[in-house]
């Protein structure tokens, strides 16, 4: 039915309020990722993040019934992105830019999440290295898409690129060091590329978690 055909729109790009992963994931927040030069607001990506709504509550009892400010709150950002549920992020890219710059960021900021936690050995450099060669070859057209999905119980995480006339690309991420940074990069809290999808997750689960 047209239930299942809705749609939320960030900055104009449509998403769907659910989507199919093995269980059915829902839309939980959405935001951008920008900058701002000169007093200019440049937008990059419009993100949606779904997960397996039902499943991540019971790992978050801990906020029920606190009328929190979770936006602040890294202890709730730690617990959504340890929460072993089926997790999915959806990328849309508004401005053009080349997927090596896209990847380099990835990097760099996976490695410093890494670095600071000491976990970052042989192992992650390479699983990391592999992530950003992917992206080298690519270029972010407005409307590409790129998926990242992590699946409930630490199975290995994939990474999809799909762009008009194209084959859709995929890697997978067989670290979890990696796969959780990279939540961690979208879904952690203040350190997290998107205030405004983090300020979205926030008000989303503290309506949820206040209610009776």
Known sequence: GSEHEKTVEVEG?????????AKTLSLVGHGVTDIEIHFLQIKFNAIGVYLDADGVMEHLQGWKGKNNQLVEDDAFFNALVAAPVEKFLRLVVIKEIKGSQYGVQLESSVRDRLVAV?????????????????????????????????PAMGAVAEIAFAT????EAKVAVENAAVAEMIQRWYLGGESAVSQSTVKSLADHFGAILSSP
């Not at 790009?13 to 992963?21: K, L």
């Not at 000491?118 to 998926?147: N, W």
Request: proline share 7%.
């Open 164 to 167: 008009e006339g194209k084959e």
């Open 118 to 150: 000491d976990r970052y050995d042989d192992d992650e450099e390479e699983a990391l290295e592999k992530v950003a060669d992917f992206f080298q070859s690519k270029y972010f057209r407005p409307g590409s898409v790129v998926t990242f999905h992590f």
């Open 13 to 21: 790009i449509p998403f769907p309020q659910e989507i199919a992963g």
